[in-house]
């Protein structure tokens, strides 16, 4: 579960389709929440990630010498060696996922906690990649940047130059919007892997300029 794309991501942004496509959902008001949904989700994994860097370094479980922590059989060791468990990223992208769908259905939004907390996050407790404060933070977090959905000014500010795209160019909308929900069914991993080779090749090109010079 802990490395399935398509039991995370990959079914979220295939109820976001869904709901974005029910005919039962007359209102542009469902589509302003998925929109400002897909917005928050950038937002949550960026201040994750930034908090990540900015409070002290914190070990993982199934590196912390002291918890004799027994590593599962097919378990890479090396599993990112070098980030910071607090908070976990993933408990904030998916929480906060939830949360929007719970203002456009409560039913369908507890659903959706519950999933995300046993098949989101419970494998990465077993697994050693996060303690339960970890997952309690990002929990918190996510909730709270989701619960900004429910901020009508906000959904009208960030939403309606969308809408108002959708209706008036649907031919360049929806391919961007399909980006933003591919990359979000991916946990922005392609983004990421771009994002550290550029880096990479920039640090080299510098080096290898300054040698020369």
């Known amino acids: 579960m802990e490395g399935n794309y398509l039991l995370k991501g990959g079914l979220a942004m295939s109820i976001f389709w869904w709901i974005w496509f029910d005919r039962k959902r007359r209102s542009d008001e469902d589509k302003k929440i998925l929109i400002v949904g897909i917005a928050l989700s950038f937002v949550s994994l960026l201040i994750a990630r930034g908090l990540a ?10 590196r912390n010498p002291a918890l004799n922590f027994q590593i599962p059989f097919t378990l890479n060791p090396n599993v ?8 976990s990223d993933h408990a904030t992208l998916y929480f906060c996922l939830a ?12 659903a959706a906690l519950l999933y995300t907390c046993i098949v989101v996050c419970f494998p990465r407790l077993y697994l050693g990649i996060h303690y339960p404060t970890d997952i309690l933070a990002g929990a918190v ?20 130059p969308f809408i108002h795209w959708m209706e008036t160019s649907p031919q360049s909308f929806y391919p961007v919007l399909f980006f933003c929900t591919f990359c979000v069914a991916q946990q922005f991993d392609g983004v990421r892997e771009m994002g550290k080779f550029t880096f990479d090749l920039a640090k080299f090109v510098a080096h290898h300029h300054h040698k020369i010079g």
């Open 99 to 110: 949360i929007v769908l719970f203002f456009i259905s409560r039913k369908l939004g507890l």
């Open 80 to 87: 990112l060696i070098g980030w910071s468990s607090l908070p």
């Open 141 to 160: 977090l996510g909730i709270a940047i989701g619960s900004t959905v429910g901020i009508r000014k906000i959904r009208q500010t960030v939403a309606d």
């Open 53 to 62: 860097l900015l409070l002290p370094f914190r070990q993982r479980p199934l």
